[in-house]
C-alpha cells in the first residue's frame, strides 16, 4: 500500500512578488546589455571587413593586356584609372630603354606618392626574369615614387642600395606577337618629409607597350 508524504505549505519557502519583480529586472538589464555589445561587436567587424574590401579592390595581376597599373601604397589602394599608359621598350643606339608609370590624383597634395614610375636604361627584359630596383644607372632597374604637397613643392625619390625592391616581367611579346608586356613589382623609398619607409607593395601592370 502506497503512502502519500504530504508537506505543509508553510515549509516551502517561496519569493514574493517583489523578489520575483527585481529579478526580472536584473536579467532584462543582462541580456539587454548583451545584446549591445553582441551588436556594437557586429557592427565594428562589418565595418572593419567593408574598409578591408575596399582597400583590397585592386585588378588582377593579369597578361593580357588588360591596360591596368595598381599597388598599395602603406597598405592602401594605388589605382591608375586609366586604360593606357605611357610604356615602352625600345632598342635605341644599341641598348634597351625600358618605362612604365602610373597615376593616381587621389593621393596629389597628401602624404603619400602620387605618380610611380619604373625605367631602366641599358637592360634587356626577359619575360620569366625577376630584376632588383636600385639607384638610377646604366644597367639598372629604378622604381620611382613623386610626391606632391602644393604646386610649388614636389619630390622625387627613388630606389637605391637601401631601399630596393624587384620586378618580375610576367609576359613580353616580343616580334609577331602582340606587344604586351606584363609584370608585377613592389619597392621601398624613403619619404622626403618624415624619412619614414614608404612601402609600395603588390604592384601589378599589364599593357600594351611601344617599340
Not at 546589455?33 to 579592390?57: E, H, V, Y
Not at 604586351?180 to 607597350?209: A, N, Q
Amino acid at each position: 500500500m502506497k503512502q502519500v508524504l504530504h508537506l505543509p505549505f508553510s515549509t516551502i519557502s517561496l519569493p514574493s512578488n517583489q523578489n520575483f519583480r527585481i529579478l526580472g529586472q536584473s536579467l532584462t538589464q543582462y541580456f539587454v546589455t548583451k545584446l549591445i555589445c553582441l551588436f556594437s561587436l557586429l557592427f565594428l567587424l562589418f565595418a572593419c571587413d567593408t574598409d578591408d574590401n575596399n582597400d583590397d579592390s585592386l585588378p588582377e595581376a593579369t597578361t593580357t593586356g588588360a591596360g591596368t597599373f595598381a599597388c598599395r601604397v602603406d597598405g592602401k589602394s594605388f589605382i591608375d584609372p586609366g586604360s593606357t599608359f605611357n610604356c615602352f621598350y625600345q632598342y635605341i643606339d644599341g641598348i634597351y630603354h625600358f618605362g612604365i608609370g602610373g597615376e593616381d590624383e587621389d593621393y596629389k597634395d597628401s602624404n603619400r606618392p602620387w605618380s610611380l614610375y619604373l625605367l631602366s636604361e641599358n637592360v634587356e627584359l626577359e619575360q620569366g626574369q625577376t630584376y632588383q630596383l636600385l639607384t638610377e644607372n646604366s644597367g639598372n632597374v629604378v622604381g620611382m615614387a613623386f610626391f606632391s604637397y602644393s604646386p610649388n613643392e614636389n619630390y622625387l625619390q627613388q630606389t637605391d642600395l637601401e631601399y630596393t625592391g624587384e620586378l618580375t616581367i610576367t609576359r613580353l611579346g616580343t616580334g609577331n606577337d602582340p606587344h604586351i608586356l606584363s609584370g608585377t613589382f613592389w619597392f621601398d623609398v624613403v619619404h622626403p618629409l618624415t624619412s619614414e619607409t614608404v612601402h609600395i607593395t603588390d604592384g601589378r601592370f599589364d599593357t600594351m607597350y611601344l617599340e
